[in-house]
């Protein structure tokens, strides 16, 4: 295989590289616990290009600095895939950084197995260029890391998952013991009643204002003192 289709079979597998990592990357669906996080996750399509760009090398820089290297690669001959990566890894960081602040131990977690998905997508580049012991073992060793990396995000999610079926559990028994001692017609009488005494507060406040302005139109006025009346 000859240099250049060396470099291109390399670029190429750089950009599948990175295809595959975002959509691996991507935060599984038990993270996004609403539509609203969604929608703000992905709005980051919306934002400045060079703000998504500082945005991923941050992230890169921080905590995959195994992808520094191939990004600078990607830019260099491929800048219409560069951007694209950038695209797409803008809103795996924006999802990761909603998720740290919404759940440190589970944004943790994401990032330990984005960082190991991140190694094995690298392996597997690697190896599509130049098959050898060495990166197959280094593969392996990525593999296995990953996928503890897997059950230990599903026991930090089974965790969440308990406790907020007991906060269910509790909430669901106190709105049972309240519908046991409900009375409909104690409670629709007292409503009643509360309904009539506003309603009387109401005109009865009209009608004392009526009649405290009608006594000030009889009231007599005051004779001014002139010379005449001292």
């Given at each position: 295989?000859?240099?250049?289709?060396?470099?291109?079979?390399?670029?190429?597998?750089?950009?599948?590289?990175?295809?595959?990592?975002?959509?691996?990357?991507?935060?599984?669906?038990?993270?996004?616990?609403?539509?609203?996080?969604?929608?703000?996750?992905?709005?980051?399509?919306?934002?400045?290009?060079?703000?998504?760009e500082r945005r991923v090398l941050e992230l890169v820089k921080s905590h995959l600095p195994e992808l520094?290297?191939?990004?600078?690669?990607?830019?260099?001959?491929?800048?219409?895939?560069?951007?694209?990566?950038?695209?797409?890894?803008?809103?795996?960081?924006?999802?990761?950084?909603?998720?740290?602040?919404?759940?440190p131990d589970g944004f943790e977690l994401e990032l330990a197995f984005l960082q190991w998905q991140t190694?094995?997508?690298?392996?597997?580049?690697?190896?599509?260029?130049?098959?050898?012991?060495?990166?197959?073992?280094?593969?392996?060793?990525?593999?296995?890391?990953?996928?503890?990396?897997?059950?230990?995000?599903?026991?930090?999610?089974?965790?969440?998952?308990?406790?907020?079926?007991?906060?269910?559990?509790?909430?669901?028994?106190?709105?049972?013991?309240?519908?046991?001692?409900?009375?409909?017609?104690?409670?629709?009488?007292?409503?009643?009643?509360?309904?009539?005494?506003?309603?009387?507060?109401?005109?009865?406040?009209?009608?004392?204002?009526?009649?405290?302005?009608?006594?000030?139109?009889?009231?007599?006025?005051?004779?001014?003192?002139?010379?005449?009346?001292?």
């Open positions: 295989m000859n240099e250049v289709n060396v470099l291109s079979n390399w670029r190429s597998s750089l950009a599948c590289l990175l295809l595959v990592l975002v959509a691996a990357g991507d935060l599984s669906a038990e993270y996004d616990l609403s539509r609203d996080a969604i929608a703000q996750a992905d709005s980051s399509a919306a934002e400045p290009r060079v703000e998504g520094e290297s191939v990004l600078a690669s990607l830019k260099k001959h491929s800048a219409k895939e560069y951007q694209k990566a950038i695209s797409d890894l803008t809103r795996t960081a924006r999802r990761l950084e909603q998720l740290q602040q919404r759940d190694r094995v997508d690298i392996a597997l580049a690697q190896l599509q260029v130049r098959d050898n012991k060495k990166t197959r073992e280094q593969l392996r060793k990525a593999l296995a890391s990953r996928e503890q990396a897997k059950v230990s995000r599903a026991r930090h999610e089974q965790t969440r998952l308990t406790e907020r079926i007991s906060r269910m559990q509790t909430q669901l028994q106190r709105l049972t013991d309240q519908l046991e001692n409900v009375d409909v017609q104690k409670n629709a009488d007292k409503a009643y009643a509360g309904a009539i005494r506003r309603l009387d507060a109401k005109q009865a406040r009209p009608n004392a204002a009526s009649r405290t302005k009608k006594n000030a139109k009889a009231k007599p006025a005051a004779d001014p003192k002139t010379p005449e009346n001292k």
